[in-house]
């Protein structure tokens, strides 16, 4: 039970221990919503534009709780570090009640906007009816997802990765096996098209959240949720959020961006819509392994921070960005080798997938890059620093690069917008580093 292996064991052996479960569940998750696309491609190419125009606010949902699960996750690891366990275990008994709430609410908002959201990106009625289909169910599961998120941050906060790995899995491969039966209904089974999909989805999460459930009672934990005798602590809540909104936000940032650069391609074609939504389920699949690599280190910076370890700090920094810049570059050779074959997992369309080749060829050219803002921007969030974290995203996900997408796409239509990605990635790998420099000095 005892944490100080944090603090002990060699960066490089801890780092790994650490991340690669995580990289191992996200890289599964991320299978799921490629396969999961796949699938629904092959319903129709409408069934695909509407899952495309939904994932920003799936997107959203996600954002808010996992965000919210960040500051849960660094708060307990930060307490611990202090050897605090009250204080701990009050962050974990405060942040899934808050989790409860934020679930209740996504529910009820996401539900109703999304008539109209839909239809301010598109006027065909079979796309609108499909992404009403898809969503309604899937933001119906919102509050299995904030305690599932809720449940994934206070593990990680303990250093027990295994257990998230080995839940989130549970819950993406359950999807996996789902989704053809429920979509395309073998045998006696319905079909039930762009729901099944949706209901699949459903499941997982809530096998996910159970499996959580499972191992906090019969595999006991060093940090406890206490409801009887709870009293409500405003400092606590005040500290939660103050990491929890900043973190949101910076999850938050695609789904704006998304939408932002839907509104700016749909101006050329439905087809640029499409491919930037195949493009951002394939970017999930590599950034989500360097997400893995972030989960893994927030409890050890946040662990190590509050130890007063500041050295260990700096150490679990420079390595994570060494591992980061590796599987960056892997992608980006995967873009430049493959990148018709990627595209033809999700339309057959010969110009869709020549115009999605064109644009990941163009977009992964920032991917490397990337690492410096990715690991300074997971690193600030465990070491509480949410407002430059945020900062950072900002740079990534708004102030750059929806102006620099604006004003390409009036001289390079289209593929203006795709080159607005590297350029992004440069300037605000410079202004990342400043940032991480500053702070931790």
């Known amino acids: 039970m005892e944490q100080t292996f944090m603090k002990e064991k060699p960066v490089l052996q801890l780092v790994i221990s650490m991340s690669l479960p995580m990289i191992l569940s996200m890289m ?23 899952l495309s125009l939904v994932f920003p606010v ?11 699960g960040i500051g849960i996750n660094a708060v307990i690891a930060f307490y611990l570090g202090a050897q605090d366990q009250k204080k701990a275990d009050t962050a974990a008994t405060q942040g899934l009640l808050l989790s409860f709430l934020h679930g209740i609410f996504l529910t009820v908002i996401c539900i109703a906007v999304m008539p109209a959201f839909l239809r301010s990106f598109t006027s065909d009625p079979e796309v609108i009816a499909l992404g009403l289909q898809y969503s309604n169910i899937v933001f119906g599961f919102s509050v299995i997802i904030a305690l599932g998120l809720a449940f994934e941050k206070i593990f990680q906060s303990v250093g027990k990765m295994t257990v998230s790995m080995i839940s989130m899995m549970i819950g993406c491969i359950t999807n996996i096996l789902l989704d053809p039966v429920l979509i395309f209904g073998p045998g006696p089974v319905p079909a039930l098209g762009i729901r ?13 959240l159970l499996s959580y459930l499972l191992f906090y009672f019969f595999r006991p934990i060093p940090v406890k949720i206490r409801l009887k005798g709870f009293r409500w602590d405003r400092q606590l809540a005040q500290k939660l959020y103050t990491i929890g909104i900043p973190a949101t936000l910076n999850l938050a940032l695609p789904s704006i961006l ?6 700016i391609l749909s101006a050329f074609s439905q087809s640029c819509v499409l491919v930037l939504g195949i493009y951002y389920k394939l970017q999930t699949f590599l950034y989500l392994s360097a997400n893995g690599l972030i989960q893994g280190i927030r409890p050890l910076v946040g662990y190590n921070y509050g130890a007063g370890e500041h050295k260990r700090v700096r150490k679990i920094y420079s390595t994570t960005l060494l591992i980061t810049i590796v599987i960056m570059a892997a992608g980006t050779l995967l873009c430049l080798t493959f990148p018709d074959r990627l595209m033809l997992l999700f339309t057959e369309n010969e110009a869709t997938v020549s115009l999605g080749a064109s644009a990941l060829r163009i977009i992964s050219a920032g991917f490397v890059v990337s690492s410096v803002s990715v690991v300074s921007s997971g690193a600030l969030e465990g070491l509480g620093m949410g407002m430059p974290s945020l900062l950072i995203s900002l740079c990534r996900y708004l102030l750059v690069i929806l102006p620099a997408a604006f004003v390409l796409s009036r001289f390079f239509g289209a593929s203006g917008v795709w080159h607005a990605f590297w350029i992004t990635e440069l300037i605000s790998a410079a202004v990342s580093f400043l940032i991480y420099r500053k702070k931790t000095a």
């Not at 799936?58 to 919210?68: E, R, Y």
């Not at 949706?198 to 096998?207: D, K, P, R, S, Y």
């Open 196 to 208: 099944g999909a949706a209901i699949a989805t459903g499941i997982g999460q809530v096998l996910t």
């Open 258 to 263: 998304i939408s932002a650069l839907n509104a």
């Open 58 to 68: 799936q997107n959203l949902v996600n954002a808010v709780t996992i965000g919210f």
């Open 28 to 50: 599964v998750s991320s299978l799921y919503n490629i396969i999961d696309s796949f699938f629904v491609a092959k319903i129709s190419e409408q069934a695909m534009t509407a």
